[in-house]
């Protein structure tokens, strides 16, 4: 495959997977709110996400949305608008009476609202079209495997890192509602994560490219 300075890439990968962001917020949420399984299912769902945008980039279609401003805002706004409506669906719902006892019946939703609040956000899909093609080979043949092959390695580093995260979030969750015996606990965490989905959302639809 035509790829170059791999141990940078790991190295770049790696960092770029420990900074927080949307993502990390979105799965610390879900699991604080909803308990581990939630949030584990959470963390798998944006790795799905992520791989869809990597299929994307092998594709080229990324491309599309780098080129094309219709499509750019069209992708934008989708998403801006499936972040605040799961947000208000949460401040809505009643939650759980305790976060680390969320029926394990919900644990596919989490996984596909976190696929969702990435595969519709256009910046993720442009980050791959910027980050990847630095470590391939310009005109040599085999760019597509070799995006998809980097896309995946990038993903699954991104993965492992919001599994721990979703674990130390509903651990630490769960713990705060033992000590404090609060059983309003799992509302206020709900809560907390609506308004953090509406927050994204919102910031995604102000956004620019």
């Given amino acids: 495959m035509p790829v170059h300075d791999l ?51 092998a594709l080229g279609l990324s491309a599309l949305l780098a ?6 805002n069209a992708v934008k706004w989708a998403g801006a608008a499936y972040l605040v409506w799961t947000g208000v669906q949460m401040l809505r719902a009643r939650p759980a009476p305790a976060a680390a006892e969320a029926p394990a019946r919900r644990s596919g939703s989490p996984f596909w609202q976190g696929a969702a609040t990435n595969a519709l956000n256009p910046k993720v899909a442009l980050f791959f079209l910027a980050f990847l093609p630095q470590f391939i080979d310009a005109g040599a043949p085999g760019q597509a495997l070799a995006l998809l092959v980097l896309g995946t390695f990038f993903n699954i580093g991104g993965t492992a890192v919001n599994l721990v995260v979703a674990l130390v979030a509903s651990g630490a969750a769960a713990g705060l ?3 404090g015996g609060n059983s309003r606990m799992g509302a206020w965490l709900q809560r907390a994560a609506g308004a953090l989905f509406i927050g994204l959302g919102v910031k995604l639809a102000l956004s620019s490219r």
């Fill in 177 to 179: 509602a033992t000590r």
């Fill in 7 to 57: 141990a940078l890439f790991v190295g770049a990968a790696l960092l770029l997977n420990l900074t927080p962001g949307p993502d990390m917020l979105f799965v610390a949420g879900t699991g604080a709110a909803r308990g581990r399984a939630a949030g584990l299912m959470a963390a798998l769902g944006v790795g799905a996400g992520c791989l869809f945008h990597t299929l994307l980039a």
């Fill in 67 to 72: 080129a094309s401003e219709l499509a750019f």
